[in-house]
């Protein structure tokens, strides 16, 4: 997505979480943090998408839960400062739009959305669940942290500043371009092909060295039993 890459001031979205809410995924935690960041910084623009129960005809994930979250988010009066959304047709453009993607969750590794936002160009954080140090590499393309509120809430402000978030943005894309790309994949596999070509090659070569061998050798017993020439092991005997 290089040519479709943004710049921190052309980018409109400050932080987003794009996932179904799940339990395992920690959203009423991401809550929390959101509370104490906006009581810092009223301004910051969130957006939190993937609720199915806000969409018509959606197979359901965990919908207690997702109502559970919307519930907090009125009791924290967050309502009117936070984004929601149920599933987007237009994911894409909002992660390009996106700085900050955010995921808490208990299982970090291969989670597609935020695959997407770092070739977008978003730093993420996540926090120190399985397979997280697999995709993030601590302040380098992102940060790792585990689930303190107050912890979160500073590495969010760190990477929001302009001068870090330039740093750590190219190296998340730089990340997916290297090691999650269809393109990367599809030249491991393509050399992957090519080795295998090799076996079969050389096994094809011994097989038919083998085959010449056993030929050569019918021809020469052939050869001999006519000129009536008896092997050094019968005329042992």
Known sequence: HNQNLLSYDEKDIDIIFMN??????????????FKRLLYEMPTLKITLAGFGILNEKKILIEPAYQEEVLEKIRELGLE??????????????????SKIFVFPAEIVFCNYALLESMSYGCVPIVADGEGADMVV???????????????????????LDRQRWDCL????????LKRFSIDEWYDKERLKVRSYKDVVDRCFWIFSFFVECMRFSETWSEKTRSRGVKSDFCNDQ
């Open 80 to 97: 009117d400062k936070i984004t929601i959304l149920g599933f987007v047709p237009n994911g894409e453009e909002l992660l390009r739009r």
């Open 137 to 159: 590499n601590q302040n380098i393309n992102g940060m790792i942290c585990c689930r303190d509120i107050e912890l979160f809430k500073e590495s969010i402000l760190q990477c």
């Open 169 to 176: 943005s190219p190296k998340a894309v730089e990340t997916i």
């Open 20 to 33: 179904t809410p799940r339990k395992k995924r920690h959203v009423l935690f991401l809550l929390e943090v």
